[in-house]
């Protein structure tokens, strides 16, 4: 079992910035890529971003691309998610989420996931 925790959300204006992080715990990540979603009242979860733990392939949704960064610390297990010049339409729940093997960008190819953090951008 891998248990995924995410921090970091919080409200801030239109082009701020902010970092999600995602602390796992349970059995060793180092083979688990680590994706992050977000899911906005009344929407699906999307896609934002995903990389593999081991090969370093990365993935990020054209919405966020150029204004976010996914990263990770494997000594400390944890996943990050820089977003930059933040959009209200950013507003959301993000969710961190696992699974064995390689990066995916469907939401439902993933088994573990976090409680998610809110993360409200103001205009």
């Known amino acids: 079992q891998v248990q995924l925790v995410e921090s970091g959300g919080g409200l801030v204006q239109a082009g701020g910035s902010l970092r999600l992080s995602c602390a796992a715990s349970g059995r060793t990540v180092s083979s688990y890529a680590m994706g992050w979603f977000r899911q906005a009242p009344g929407k699906e979860r999307e896609f934002v971003a995903a990389k593999s733990w081991s090969s370093g392939t990365i993935f990020y949704a054209d919405s966020v691309k150029g204004r976010s960064t996914i990263s990770r610390d494997n000594a400390k297990s944890t996943v990050y998610l820089q977003m930059n010049s933040l959009k209200p339409e950013d507003t959301a729940v993000y969710y961190c989420?696992?699974?064995?093997?390689?990066?995916?960008?469907?939401?439902?190819?993933?088994?573990?996931w976090g409680q998610g953090t809110q993360v409200t951008v103001s205009s």
């Open positions: 989420a696992a699974r064995v093997g390689a990066a995916r960008i469907q939401w439902d190819d993933y088994g573990y």
